[in-house]
């Protein structure tokens, strides 16, 4: 389905819907407008619906960087801090705004300024103005059918990097990676038309087993590599360059520090094309670097990739982004069909056997002394502790039969149906239900989830649901269940039984949280019978606690955070210790953030006129990694998410801005705030 652009209500001004996504947001204009539908090639750039109006101006909605392009060569760039910005001649106009990519084309000069909160475009008279809308989400292909055996497996990931939009560095932006097809075991090899791996001149040679097949898995789709047999592990181009992957750290190891810095290099190396952009972390490498990013920009990508591994890793490693997620996965035959969906998030991937599972307390000591609760006698859950990872990972995640401690457990069917959600233009639905009387006060998420205005809501409260009522629910279609109340052996606690969700056969909640003691059963049911994922919770938890965290993962899923990143916050940075959990897909979101990628500030010290603020960012199923922001803090810098970016000195003025731009969670001595119930004047 493409994106939709109608006129206002009253005239005014045009309505942008992204159906994929759900998501809408609306461009004002100076006069009445009737937009007519325009032809896409007007663009250099691929756009999926455009349509053409006159007027004398138009306010984007939001204060956003717009990059002036000639003839697809990027000839300025406007920031809402740089006050004003003149051109003259025809331009297109990209605004970065989410959840599209919206593109304005002009034949007119255009003075671009920032007017309070919002960015104004004026013409000279009445022009005329085409604008073009391409989603930024993304399908497979096809299916690749494959044989049993790590030869076959071999076969289906050289393919990966068929989904590949480009060979340039360019394709280290998310929406220029296409989403790599999938693949299915069967009798024999089979590849539907049109897959077709771009000719790179890269091939990874490893010995033919899972366990080094799958490691390779992200690397090859996104150097566009064969995979091939070999007595060792190695990367080698048809220019004679070799590279040894099973290096000093170990074979894993090392080729996820190749995926990491080739990445980060293609990112610095862009900055020579389209996007001719102050990027930070540039700024932080190039003096390091004897290397001519403007010569290389234009050379081959095994040219460049031999360039790249000509650093040393170490290098670079502290400009590279926090990497967003490391799989383990069981190296056998039944993992192959998760990879691509592994592969699409360029995670490092790591081959661990799914060890016995080994019983584990419900309610371990450590748990018990920080709920500060006494507890029954705890009884035992058999689980795996995958390894920690070994470097800046946001996500973890486990590919395996056994529930994993502090991981998703990723499920291929929760993936796959992830992609054949059939998208509808009416608000997010939302189910509360509060089975318990004495956590009534965590109904209150029904009112954190409606303040993000990117989206319409409609939201439903429910108490004290019996059996059949909760089962009735579950099978209407809804976005989001948000449980409060108890969970037992025998399923979810309701007045007049017990609901046991894995006697279920059709669920048509999309995603959900099931705020109670030890709900990971539970809410595998729900995936197991039809959601795409959500959280859970893996020992018993206090009532307290379990409304407290309601109420932040409220927050932080309205505020665009995934489920995996909600966990992630919460876990670390309010409740450390606690033991929620994503299962399926945890890289749902539930909405859209102001600024495309939900922030975490954090004060780490405060006076009169300055906050010293460690800012960090996650990436999200429309702005994956690769993507850039800017603070508007600096008029000229943008960096790339994912993780901790940068610290900052910042005024009283500059830190509201900060605030006042999305809701955020804010972080300062111990305590939690959100920057749409506090101004710097509270923290200065």
């Known amino acids: 389905m493409k994106p939709t652009v109608t006129a206002l209500d009253d005239n005014r001004g045009i309505r942008i819907f992204d159906p994929i996504e759900n998501a809408y947001f609306e461009v004002e204009t100076a006069t009445p407008v009737a937009p007519d539908v325009a032809a896409c090639d007007h663009f250099r750039f691929p756009v999926e619906t455009a349509v053409e109006f006159a007027t004398t101006a138009l306010r984007i909605p939001e204060l956003t960087s717009v990059f002036l392009h000639d003839d697809g060569e990027l000839t300025a ?212 670097l004897d290397v001519d990013f403007a010569a290389l920009y234009d050379r081959p990508l095994a040219d460049r990739l031999e360039t790249y591994l000509g650093v040393s890793f170490e290098t670079v490693a502290d400009a590279i982004p926090d990497w967003p997620l490391t799989v383990d996965v069981d190296p056998t035959v039944e993992s192959l069909d998760a990879i691509p969906f592994v592969a699409n998030d360029l995670a490092v991937v790591r081959t661990t056997p799914d060890p016995d599972p080994r019983p584990v307390k419900q309610t371990p000591e450590v748990i018990t002394d920080f709920l500060g609760a006494e507890t029954d006698e705890p009884v035992t859950t058999e689980f795996v502790t995958p390894d920690p990872v070994s470097f800046d990972t946001i996500g973890h995640a486990w590919v395996g039969d056994s529930p994993p401690i502090d991981a998703n457990k990723l499920t291929v069917e929760s993936l796959r149906r992830s992609l054949d959600v059939d998208p509808d233009e009416s608000p997010i639905r939302i189910h509360v239900v509060c089975n318990d009387t004495a956590m009534r006060d965590e109904q209150v998420v029904s009112e954190y989830y409606q303040l993000n205005d990117r989206h319409q809501f409609d939201i439903s409260m429910h108490t004290e649901l ?100 909600s966990v992630h916050v919460l876990r670390n940075h309010v409740l450390a210790g606690a033991r929620w959990m994503t299962v399926g897909n945890g890289g749902l979101s539930l909405c859209h953030s102001r600024s495309g990628n939900p922030l975490y500030l954090r004060l780490l010290d405060t006076d009169d006129e300055t906050a010293h603020t460690e800012i960090q960012t996650f990436v999200t199923p429309s702005h994956g990694l690769g993507s850039v922001l800017n603070f508007h803090i600096d008029s000229d810098t943008r960096y790339l998410v994912s993780g901790e970016l940068d610290t900052f000195d910042l005024s009283p003025s500059e830190l509201d801005d900060v605030l006042d731009g999305d809701t955020i969670p804010v972080d300062y001595e111990n305590d939690r705030y959100w920057s749409d119930e506090i101004s710097a004047a509270d923290l200065l």
């Open 77 to 288: 760039t406007f920031d809402p801090s740089d006050g004003r910005l003149q051109t003259d001649g025809p331009r297109t106009l990209e605004v970065n705004i989410a959840p599209t990519k919206l593109y304005l084309r002009v034949n007119q000069p255009v003075t671009i300024h920032r007017d309070g909160d919002v960015v104004r475009l004026d013409f000279d008279g009445e022009t005329v103005v085409r604008v073009g809308v391409r989603s930024l989400h993304d399908r497979p292909a096809g299916t690749i059918t494959t044989t049993p055996n790590p030869e076959g497996a071999m076969r289906a990931v050289s393919l990966l990097g068929s989904a590949l939009k480009t060979t340039s560095p360019e394709r280290s932006f998310p929406t220029l990676r296409g989403h790599p097809p999938l693949v299915e075991v069967g009798d024999e090899f089979d590849v539907p038309n049109g897959i077709e791996p771009p000719d790179t001149g890269v091939r990874i040679e490893v010995p033919p087993e899972y366990e080094y097949v799958y490691p390779v898995s992200s690397l090859a789709y996104y150097l566009g590599a064969k995979v091939v047999a070999g007595d060792r592990p190695r990367l080698v181009t048809d220019t004679g360059f070799t590279y040894d992957l099973d290096g000093a750290e170990g074979f894993e190891q090392t080729v996820g520090r190749v995926l990491r810095q080739t990445f980060l290099l293609d990112c610095v190396t862009r900055t020579e094309g389209y996007y001719q952009v102050d990027l930070h972390e540039r700024r932080r490498v190039e003096s390091r």
């Open 466 to 565: 019996s059996v059949a009522e909760f089962r009735e629910l579950l099978a209407e279609s809804a976005d989001f269940l948000h449980y409060i109340g108890h969970v037992d052996d025998d399923g979810i606690v309701c007045p007049d039984g017990h609901l046991d969700t894995t006697t279920l056969a059709d669920v048509n909640v999309k995603a959900f949280l099931l705020n109670a003691c030890n709900s990971h059963e539970q809410g595998m049911g729900l995936v197991e019978a039809g959601s795409l994922g959500g959280i859970i919770t893996l020992f018993d938890i206090a009532d307290s606690i379990a409304t407290r965290a309601g109420l932040h993962f409220a927050r932080l899923l309205a505020a665009g955070h995934t489920l995996r990143t």
